[in-house]
């Protein structure tokens, strides 16, 4: 089973901030097969990046996703209040396609 | 639009049994997954397992297999989620979500169906 371990736990900023969540799986995995998803207090989660890179439909560009092998980071570029909310990477190449424990990323 | 609609909240004591259903619509049911994952309260998601509505072939994380079952009925386009004996500790929300095959991510969600479990 592929182990992924998320970081920081919590993220304080700003609005107008720039955010960098970290992703790190437990063995070398295919880019393509890493998502990140928000999921705001109450909601569903929703998917903002595929295949590491890819943003979903709908996602505004201030969201960028990078990385191969074990490292992988989603990066806000400039926080807007719509913005906080708790983000989780998942694995979706090999079964059992397992998340990570998630970053919240609060206002400071 | 693609639409996943959940059963409403339910409140079991332990070891009684439950299913709850996610029915789909806005698009071929048949041709995506259907995905279950755990939200423990105030914690991460927990990717429980998924079947294939085509052919019902279903695969569980090792954390779930044998506790609970995962099942479709095509003729009506739902999916669902069933325990035998539940405990306290299946207190939680559960979310379906549909994903296209292996090597595609959840693109759309449920509303999420809260398990309370308790005595």
């Known amino acids: 089973e592929i182990v992924l371990t998320q970081s920081p736990g919590t993220l304080s900023l700003s609005p107008g901030e720039r955010a960098t969540l970290s992703c790190r799986a437990s063995?070398?995995?295919?880019?393509?097969?890493l998502a990140w998803y928000q999921q705001k207090r109450g909601q569903s989660p929703r998917l903002i990046i595929s295949?590491?890179?890819n943003r979903a439909t709908g996602i505004p560009d201030r969201f960028s996703g990078t990385g191969s092998g074990t490292d992988f980071t989603l990066t806000i570029s400039r926080l807007e209040p719509d913005d906080f909310a708790l983000y989780f990477c998942q694995q979706y190449g090999v079964s059992p396609f397992t998340f990570g424990p998630g970053t919240a990323v609060d206002i400071k | 639009e693609v639409q996943l609609v959940q059963s409403g909240a339910d409140v079991k004591k332990p070891g009684e049994s439950l299913r709850i259903s996610c029915k789909a619509s806005?698009?071929?049911?048949?041709?995506?997954?259907i995905t279950w994952v755990r939200q423990m309260p105030g914690k991460g998601l927990e990717w429980m397992g998924r079947?294939?509505?085509?052919?019902?072939?279903?695969d569980y994380s090792p954390s779930f297999q044998g506790h609970v079952t995962i099942s479709v009925d095509k003729s009506i386009t739902t999916a669902y989620l069933q325990w035998s004996s539940l405990r306290a500790s299946d207190t939680a929300i559960y979310y379906c979500a549909r994903m296209y095959s292996n090597g595609w991510p959840i693109d759309s969600w449920g509303q999420g169906t809260l398990v309370t479990v308790s005595s």
């Open positions: 063995q070398s995995m295919s880019s393509s097969y």
């Open positions: 295949g590491a890179s």
């Open positions: 079947i294939d509505p085509s052919d019902s072939y279903t």
């Open positions: 806005g698009y071929t049911f048949i041709s995506y997954w």
